[in-house]
């Protein structure tokens, strides 16, 4: 008697498909709606990160990004030829820049702020405010999770 043939996973339903699929429809959806600033998607990304995250150096912020420094790097230079960034020397280490925000920056995060809130409203349209607190919740476990696991110190 012959077993039965595995079934072919439900991609649809992939937890790791999903993440993916959605974040690649946001980034589309939210880069529609801000188009008119006249920023690239990796421009805004960096922009985002900064603001999030003022002070990196380069190398912290590459990683982060999970980019290359040499790509990471000209698009600093773009960003800081247009005012966006400055780089500083670390206070400790002269050889280390640290980039940070201007002013420039916060009209921009501003409008990005609400364009994206708009598009989390519209991605999450019939899931009530207690869904999405609880979504929020599971996927901060899971970034912590693999975070924990990514510096070894996973149970």
Do not use: C
């Amino acid at each position: 008697m012959k077993s039965p043939a595995p079934s072919a996973p439900d991609f649809e339903r992939s937890l790791g498909f999903l993440l993916h699929d959605v974040a690649r429809l946001l980034r589309r959806a939210f880069d529609r709606r801000v188009k008119h600033i006249g920023l690239t998607r990796s421009q805004w990304f960096v922009l985002a990160h900064i603001h999030r995250s003022d002070g990196q150096t380069q190398t912290a912020l590459a990683e982060e990004l999970d980019m290359e420094r040499a790509p990471l790097g000209k698009l600093i230079d773009r960003l800081e030829e247009s005012g966006w960034l400055d780089r500083r020397p670390d206070p400790v280490d002269r050889r280390v820049k640290r980039i940070f925000k201007t002013a420039k920056i916060a009209p921009i995060m501003a409008a990005m702020t609400s364009v994206s809130e708009s598009v989390y409203d519209d991605v999450l349209n019939g899931v009530s405010a207690e869904q999405r607190e609880k979504f929020i919740d599971m996927l901060v476990l899971a970034k912590g999770n693999l975070l924990s696991q990514e510096t070894g110190n996973a149970d």
